[in-house]
């Protein structure tokens, strides 16, 4: 399984970026577009919870990123990551619809292309796909208790430490029924994902 | 923000809710925004509950133990059912003596049943006192097998005198009666001589491989009057 980045790791990722952006390489440009962009459209999608919006936003995030970082000395950005997050959340903080619409100023095909192939592996499973996938793990449990955890955890947003005290289950327990279910689930939702033609990213 | 930490503060789940701290938060936003693994791990769970809730509107959710079924599996329900099957099998018991003496046609000492019902100590509970048991009398232990239900159980009878002990009596595979609540264990009245006793019952869930203490118990025998 691939390890999260740490902050060593990102801040060699970002220096890579800025260097070579720096330098005038288009080719980092898209690059830092492609590695950003669906965890950045997700992120704008749960805070302004209206789509098109997101994409507006994540569209002038990386017109203002990849302005700076043209510009920028290279001890200016340590992190690429934090520093689109922070920026994508300013944008999404002021009303900027109008803002984030208007013109893009910087020449880049990156950041036309922010706004194409951003759906999820997961996106295109339907609702009620997802709900008859659910009833399949669900029933693939052998034991209620584990059907509780889950139940429990994701229906009636209970603590883990609530739901082991009263299930009389330990934390390893729990924590490893919810890692094999979200597993399963997983699998199960790629597998859903690619019989409709979708191709599975990651 | 690594991925043992995400997993062992069920960050993920948290996230969903709105439950991470500020700091969290956008440690684990800067994480995933750059991070294609954790984020399909991120949006598979966020279908997984989107599919719970839709299931549990269209009322297609078995929600976890109905109320009926708390009540059958509490303490109090366990103690009333455990009397009414005291009764009936002491009832049943009594007819079978006298059967097997008709059937003999004998005059011998019909064999006595008694039903003891244990609490257990974890927590305060009593010690339960009873009075030595004839050498051919048998002593049925009833005790409560826990609100959660196991897979398999085991237990192991313990004489306890002074700072010496010894195992008299143990089983595994055992099954609970009553409904899954209580373990039922059946001894020679000559195994229970004057002194401390301890049950201790464990259960084992089929897919966590170890056993976890369910019930301990405390029984003092006193000589015979």
């Known amino acids: 399984m691939v390890e999260t980045p740490d902050h060593a790791l990102e801040a060699q990722i970002s220096a890579d970026f800025v260097k070579r952006i720096g330098q005038g390489d288009r080719r980092a440009e898209e690059e830092l577009v492609r590695r950003y962009q669906r965890g950045l459209i997700y992120l704008l999608k749960r805070r302004t919870r209206d789509p098109q919006l997101a994409l507006d936003l994540a569209q002038e995030t990386f017109r203002i990123a990849i302005e700076k970082l043209r510009q920028s000395p290279i001890e200016q950005i340590e992190r690429v990551g934090a520093y689109l997050r922070g920026t994508a959340l300013n944008l999404a903080s002021a009303d900027v619809r109008k803002y984030a619409r208007r013109a893009t100023t910087v020449d880049s095909d990156a950041v036309d292309a922010a706004a194409d192939g951003v759906a999820g592996p997961f996106d295109q499973v339907s609702t009620a796909q997802v709900q008859r996938l659910v009833r399949k793990l669900l029933d693939e449990l052998p034991v209620q208790r584990d059907r509780d955890i889950l139940v429990r955890t994701y229906l009636q947003d209970e603590d883990k430490s609530a739901i082991c005290e009263a299930l009389g289950v330990d934390s390893a327990h729990y924590n490893r029924v919810l890692f094999r279910a979200k597993q399963r689930f997983r699998e199960l939702l790629t597998t859903a994902a690619s019989q409709r033609g979708l191709k599975v990213v990651g | ?225």
């Not at chain 2, 684990?28 to 693994?37: I, K, T």
């Not at chain 2, 599919?51 to 103690?79: C, F, H, V």
């Not at chain 2, 398999?152 to 609970?176: C, F, H, K, N, V």
């Not at chain 2, 001589?193 to 006193?222: I, Q």
Request: proline share 4%; no cysteine.
């Open chain 2, 1 to 225: 923000m690594n991925r043992q930490y995400i997993r062992d503060n069920d960050v993920i789940e948290r996230y969903l809710k709105g439950a991470l701290t500020a700091e969290e938060e956008e440690d684990f936003e800067e994480a995933y925004v750059g991070d294609a693994e954790l984020l399909d791990q991120l949006q598979a769970a966020e279908r997984l509950r989107e599919g719970i809730k839709g299931l549990d509107s269209a009322g297609n959710l078995e929600r976890s133990r109905p109320r009926w079924r708390q009540t059958l599996a509490s303490p109090r329900y366990a103690m009333a059912a455990t009397v009414l099957l005291a009764v009936s099998l002491g009832f049943s018991s009594v007819l079978y003596n006298e059967n097997q003496v008709l059937r003999e046609g004998g005059s011998s000492t019909p064999l006595l049943t008694r039903f003891v019902s244990l609490e257990s100590v974890r927590g305060g509970g009593n010690v339960t006192e009873i009075s030595a048991p004839a050498q051919d009398e048998l002593t049925v232990l009833m005790i409560d097998a826990g609100v959660v239900a196991h897979d398999t159980y085991r237990a192991a009878i313990t004489r306890r005198d002074g700072e010496q002990s010894e195992q008299i009596w143990s089983r595994a595979d055992l099954t609970p009666e009553l409904n899954g609540m209580t373990i039922a264990i059946t001894l020679q009245g000559r195994m229970l001589r004057p002194g401390t006793y301890e049950a201790k019952v464990d259960g084992r869930m089929n897919d966590s491989g170890r056993f976890e203490p369910v019930a301990e118990v405390r029984l003092v025998v006193l000589p015979r009057d």
